[in-house]
């Protein structure tokens, strides 16, 4: 574990993937660290060549405008740098151990990084408070997915396993 110049809050494994996945994109994009930091600057939020030199040693912690500013630009998703390269596998989000591909799915917004077994309605749940209407999925079977979408003015279409939904102006 990285520990970053406040040594009493040591970086943990979502920073510690965030340095090793800017480095990564870096390199794959043929980037200096100080052509990541012009396009920062050109962004609005300056990070100097020595702030990326910290971040990707681990002794410089990112903050979300400092994740988002390198996301834009290294011209990806802040995703992409919070989580590994992979769905195989485990990783370790916050002290908890989950599957790589259960912690994509929850960071894109899919459904709950734990799914109860339930009826559904935590997925309807998660989808209410993690997404804007237009980017929710509704969930047919289920009596809290097909309130959800009247909720927001959708009427569902069943076509096979996947829902498509469509707003009053027929979208």
Not at 128 to 134: G, I, K, V
Request: charge should be negative; aromatic fraction near 4%.
């Amino acid at each position: 574990m990285v520990v970053t110049e406040d040594k009493k809050n040591p970086l943990g494994p979502s920073g510690n993937q965030v340095r090793l996945n800017v480095t990564r994109i870096r390199e794959a994009r043929g980037l200096t660290k100080k052509d990541v930091a012009a396009r920062t600057a050109g962004l609005g939020r300056a990070i100097p060549a020595l702030g990326i030199s910290r971040i990707e040693a681990g002794t410089r912690r990112v903050d979300a405008d400092d994740l988002v500013v390198l996301a834009m630009a290294l011209g990806v998703n802040p995703t992409a740098l919070l989580l590994p390269n992979t769905t195989d596998g485990e990783i370790a989000l916050a002290g908890k151990t989950v599957p790589a591909s259960d912690a994509w799915e929850w960071a894109d917004g899919e459904r709950p990084l734990v799914l109860p077994a339930d009826d559904g309605s935590a997925h309807v749940d998660f989808q209410l408070h993690a997404r804007p209407p237009f980017r929710r999925r509704y969930y047919m079977g289920t009596s809290a997915g097909r309130q959800l979408a009247e909720q927001d003015g959708m009427r569902l279409v069943e076509d096979t396993d996947v829902v498509r939904i469509e707003t009053s102006e027929g979208d």
